[in-house]
């Protein structure tokens, strides 16, 4: 029986929405060494009324949360992610965490999942117009026998403003079955962000 055995290949990039709503990705960048990974999809309900009365029910995602558990995350990292203040003193930089969450830019997050085979994934994913929630850190004595610490960062995807050419919907994102027959488009699936409307493109060949 298969079992998510593994995670790997932990990857942001910033995303840019232009005037026209069209949505443009920066460089894909490793966030850092990833150990666990959890997904949590929120489902909202909307009942559709006729003659005043309740005909249908409407299912729907309305956002994914997911947690990485990782390493010690870079603090220019961090800074990124939380949209933070950057101030220069001498040659070194600071990072002042900013007081609200409007400075915080949309990411969209890749990552690779196994199933016990830790040469090749089993599940590729992107996932799209994301918001870091919250980066947690947690550090212990140095005292002998302490154990490793890490971070875990959380992280929400909403559905995209507009839905995307070739699906016609929203999808807040796309996860890509691996096997033996296309364990050659992991490494191009990660050297970009890969969106319903350029799997294709950038997949194919």
Not at 151 to 167: D, G, L, M, N
Request: hydrophobic share 35%; aromatic share 8%.
């Amino acid at each position: 029986m298969k079992q998510y055995r593994g995670c790997s290949r932990l990857v942001y990039s910033i995303e840019t929405e232009g005037e026209d709503g069209t949505i443009t990705y920066g460089d894909v960048k490793q966030l850092a060494p990833v150990k666990s990974v959890s997904r949590d999809i929120t489902s909202d309900n909307e009942a559709v009324y006729a003659d005043n009365t309740a005909q249908q029910r409407v299912y729907g995602a309305t956002s994914i949360t997911r947690s990485f558990e990782t390493t010690r995350i870079a603090p220019e990292v961090v800074a990124e992610l939380l949209g933070d203040t950057t101030l220069e003193i001498g040659t070194a930089k600071a990072h002042l965490t900013a007081p609200n969450g409007s400075t915080k830019p949309y990411i969209a997050v890749g990552y690779a999942l196994y199933d016990g085979d830790d040469t090749t994934p089993c599940e590729v994913v992107w996932t799209y117009h994301a918001l870091v929630n919250s980066i947690s850190a947690s550090s212990s004595t140095m005292d002998d026998g302490t154990g490793s610490e890490g971070q875990t960062v959380e992280i929400t995807s909403f559905a995209p403003k507009k839905p995307w050419t070739t699906t016609g919907k929203r999808n807040l994102d796309l996860g890509l079955p691996i096997d033996s027959t296309n364990a050659t488009m992991v490494d191009k699936f990660f050297a970009q962000v890969v969106t319903p409307d350029n799997a294709s493109t950038l997949l194919g060949a």
